[in-house]
């Protein structure tokens, strides 16, 4: 189903380009600047079965997006000014902010790099069980886990579900119903307990990914002495927030900011919420960020950001720069602000 969903919007973005509804469309749906999402940077890795391949992209594809934004005349701005951009109504020129989530090494070792090269700000989101090692990256996990075996016996809601995963469409296939499975659990400690029981029955490391992929706090406190870095919060445990009790999003939250200021001596003032779909934040997360002083937060939400905006700081929308998709002509579309319109997702300000 990705495959087709991927194929379905390569074809929209090629359209669109080389039809040139884009330039045409420009003035009326780009808004006033982008924030980009990115996960990790880092060279492209061999085989044909990678679930998560959206969520990295090539230093080297990095390089050439900063240098095409750049030569289209947009500005390439920090989380800081895209809020007193977005308060003082400072529209004169197109923007752009980069922010990469979750605190991956790779971040350090080859987006830093590219950025200080080209002198441009960045926000790195950083969730605080990582760079303590106490971090579970579940999407990973379950990836090593179709990725090792050729047939998988999966409890789901109290029925066996069993699959053939010799081929890489049956991985894919068996990847994708038990993600889905798992994004549709009640909350997140259902979902830790079935990536558990799920590592455990096939000899998967549930820490491994974390301590081997995820940056340190020397490393974070290395990256963010640089003044083109902003450390924002990502909660301590990467969960979906919408899905837990007043009590555990607020301490996730709260507390994720109190731990990067123990650790950096500076108090993050941007919040980025963990999957931030329409079922990962909404408005009691939008109003929570308000309360604990984080000067804006980002969603996942897809579109531009508007002038209204300026009244919904806590539920800003971001771009995805996705891995399967690492073209300049699409970039040059999705900051033309059409495919969001044309889908829906933008065009619009909301924070229901």
Known sequence: MPNLRYAIYRAGLETLYFSGAHRALRSLF????????????????????????????????????????????????????????????????????????DGYLDNYEHAWPVFKRHRVPFTVYVATSFPDRLGELWWLVLEQVVARNDRLAVEMDGQTHFFNCASVSGKRQAFDEVYRWLRGLKNETELRRAIRDLAAR?????????????????QIAEMASDPLCTIGAHTINHVELRKETDDVARTEMKRSADVIEAALGKRPEHFAYPYGSVSAAGPREFALARELGFKTAVTTRAGALLPGHREQLTALPRISINGEFQALRYIDVLVSGVPFVLAGTGGRVEAA
């Open 202 to 218: 096939y000899g998967v490391e549930v820490s491994a990914p974390c301590s081997e992929l995820c940056m340190t706090w020397a």
């Open 30 to 101: 780009a808004g006033v600047g982008s924030i980009f999402t990115l996960h990790h940077v880092r060279p492209g890795r061999p085989g044909r079965f990678q679930p998560n391949r959206f969520l990295e992209i090539e230093a080297e594809f990095l390089d050439r997006m900063i240098l095409q934004l750049r030569k289209r005349g947009i500005e390439l701005v920090s989380m800081d000014e895209v809020h007193r951009r977005l308060v003082e109504r400072d529209f004169d020129r197109y923007f752009v902010a980069f922010t990469l989530d």
